[in-house]
């Protein structure tokens, strides 16, 4: 009996309000990423087996045609495209996909010359997920064209060991890539790999930001909840507001202190790690002449000028203000101090979630219920703030900004709320339990 009683003891401890909201969190998380992987693979799915190819006929010669009617005989259904001169990015005007090739002018005279005729490859980025450049490609087209050419080139040479070589041979493919108007002779890839490599330190420095805002914040007010100091510093001869604003002003210089020395290292690993291949990657042209991925990022508009940098420092503050407004309402929960650290896993729930998200896919490619759980989360809007300025996309922007202010005000009214009344030293987390901190009022009154 005492075996049992002693079980229930530690079980009671052990299953708590923490625990329990840690469970329903955890599993929100995985039903969320389940429904992101189950879209995006879906449409890699789709792609794989989709039989529609987009072409450019700039040649329109009876080779060329005799070429469509062939890829339409293997079952692929041909959509014609087409595009204003070298005007790439116009060939995109109906937006139901990705990519498209090019037969360029001269096609059929190379193919009857016995050469291997130049195609071009066109494909839009409209953002810059890793998945972003996985789904409708022209691997497809490509590959009903090649065969094509190897069998015409089959019929005008004797097979010999040297010829087979040849035919099989892949085709020459000059890429290009396409952001909203704009387009430039390099592959998709590279410009994505530079565009990874470039950003890939801003999400850590949210996350350090948020994390270490929130652990401080919380730890603080908990603490001294605790050790019962906040009600020595609460009936001090200062306002309450001054103190929740040297707490929060606090916080957030150490935190950004600590994440402008990370945000160095980062980027210091980052660049030796990456640079000098990002730099040098591009694609090379018939005269020799190689656009770089730096270039091409630069023809493409996706580098950032020092507007766009203070809009995105606009709104990590506003971020960081947020985590701290959120971070005294969760601190003034803490019932002892098992609980204090659990109290952080909220607060992380919302980081990774948007963080893994934006990292594999656009969130505007999620079905309706993901996207707006995933939009509701404050902090995606900050992972999407650069992406959001390269790609043009301004609209989401402000709409997310103006969305975050309005988060601010909402929870900062309920923190200064909280943080003027008596509550912040009696309320805790629990179920159906007396936070300890009422039982001890209680006890002293009696």
């Excluded at 195609?119 to 789904?135: C, D, E, H, N, R």
């Excluded at 890429?175 to 565009?195: E, F, H, M, P, R």
């Excluded at 001869?237 to 290292?265: E, H, Q």
Aim: aromatic letters at 6%; one cysteine or more.
């Amino acid at each position: 009996m005492k075996f049992i009683n002693l079980l229930k003891k530690e079980l009671t401890e052990l299953i708590n309000a923490q625990m329990i909201l840690g469970l329903v969190v955890s599993l929100a998380l995985f039903w969320l990423m389940g429904n992101v992987m189950q879209s995006v693979t879906s449409e890699l799915a789709e792609d794989a087996k989709n039989t529609n190819v987009y072409i450019c006929d700039m040649d329109d010669s009876d080779v060329t045609h005799e070429l469509i009617k062939d890829m339409e005989s293997n079952g692929a259904k041909v959509n014609k495209v087409t595009v204003n001169g070298e005007d790439y990015a116009s060939g995109f005007k109906d937006n139901s996909f990705k990519s498209y090739v090019v037969l360029p002018k001269g096609f059929a005279d190379q193919l009857t010359s016995g050469e291997k005729p130049e195609i071009i490859s066109v494909s839009k980025l409209k953002s810059a997920s890793t998945f972003s450049g996985l789904t409708g490609g022209t691997d497809t087209t490509e590959a009903l064209i090649n065969k094509y050419v190897s069998i015409e080139i089959s019929k005008q040479k004797g097979v010999s060991e040297e010829d087979l070589k040849h035919i099989e041979s892949e085709l020459t493919v000059v890429n290009q890539t396409v952001v909203a108007d704009k387009s430039a002779k390099i592959s998709s890839g590279v410009v994505l790999g530079k565009i990874t490599s470039t950003n890939m330190i801003l999400p850590i420095i949210i996350m350090v930001l948020i994390l270490m805002t929130s652990q401080s914040l919380i730890a603080s007010i908990s603490n001294e909840k605790i050790d019962k100091t906040l009600e020595t510093l609460l009936s001090a001869p200062v306002s309450r507001g001054s103190v929740i604003t040297a707490k929060m002003l606090a916080a957030a210089i150490v935190a950004l202190i600590n994440a402008g020395v990370m945000m160095f290292g980062f980027s210091a690993y980052s660049k030796g790690m990456t640079g000098a291949i990002t730099s040098d990657l591009g694609v090379s042209d018939k005269v020799g002449k190689v656009l770089s991925a730096g270039d091409a990022m630069k023809q493409l508009g996706l580098n950032l000028g020092v507007t766009d940098y203070l809009i995105v420092g606009v709104q990590l503050f506003i971020t960081i203000m947020i985590c701290l407004a959120i971070s005294i309402i969760l601190g003034a929960l803490v019932n002892d101090s098992k609980s204090a650290q659990t109290m952080l896993l909220p607060i992380m729930m919302m980081v990774m979630i948007p963080w893994f998200v934006t990292m594999f896919t656009d969130v505007n490619s999620l079905p309706t219920v993901p996207k707006l759980i995933v939009y509701a989360i404050p902090f995606t809007h900050t992972f999407t703030a650069i992406p959001n300025l390269m790609f043009g996309n301004t609209t989401e922007l402000w709409i997310g900004l103006v969305y975050q202010i309005i988060v601010f005000a909402v929870v900062m009214f309920f923190a200064l709320k909280l943080f003027k009344s008596d509550k912040i030293l009696t309320m805790s987390l629990n179920f159906g339990q007396k936070s300890r901190f009422k039982k001890n009022g209680k006890t002293i009154e009696d």
